[in-house]
């Protein structure tokens, strides 16, 4: 009875894989941000931001890490053991992570909170460096222990979930970094 929802969901997976890591990450992201804006004492959820980090978690851990989890296990099969886990990591952490994630990211953010230009420009310049540096220290190890433990298929499910608390932590800190959202003209 316990294991339903596993099978259910293992046989989805297999049968939609990107629609089901697309809802998962959508899911965990909306959650983590509902979270971040509970714990910053706000009587009311942005929606605006909680419907721009939904779209960003989903992308995020549904059609690209789909499509990039697969090309690295092809380039740097599991079974060649701790000598695929290593390059996986670097990739993952020094190009990935930089070139793609966080600029992204930080994009999704100016856009929820309705900055112009300049403000956008200014904002990411000052968050881009601690932004690489917590995320890199938070999934560095965590990469490494899903890509050595966890098989391709789920792997970004996994991630997914591990990101609820990512998605918490990172989003309650650039919402007190770039303060409350204007309000749309």
Request: aromatic share 12%; charged share 15%.
């Amino acid at each position: 009875m316990l294991l339903a929802p596993v099978h259910r969901l293992s046989v989805s997976l297999k049968k939609f894989p990107v629609l089901v890591k697309t809802a998962i990450g959508g899911t965990t992201a909306l959650a983590g941000e509902c979270t971040a804006q509970s714990l910053s004492n706000n009587s009311e959820i942005d929606w605006k931001r909680a419907n721009a980090f939904t779209l960003f978690g989903a992308w995020w851990s549904g059609p690209f890490s789909h499509f990039y989890l697969g090309a690295l296990e092809k380039r740097f099969p599991l079974a060649t053991g701790v000598r695929a886990v290593i390059p996986k990591v670097l990739i993952t952490t020094f190009l990935a992570t930089p070139i793609v994630y966080i600029p992204v990211y930080l994009a999704t953010i100016c856009s929820a909170s309705s900055m112009d230009y300049e403000e956008s420009k200014q904002f990411c310049c000052e968050n881009y460096v601690s932004t690489f540096v917590s995320c890199s220290l938070f999934w560095l190890p965590i990469n490494g222990a899903v890509y050595r433990l966890v098989p391709e298929h789920v792997q970004a499910i996994s991630l997914a979930f591990i990101g609820l608390i990512w998605n918490t932590i990172l989003s309650y800190r650039t919402r007190r970094n770039c303060g409350e959202p204007k309000e749309l003209s």
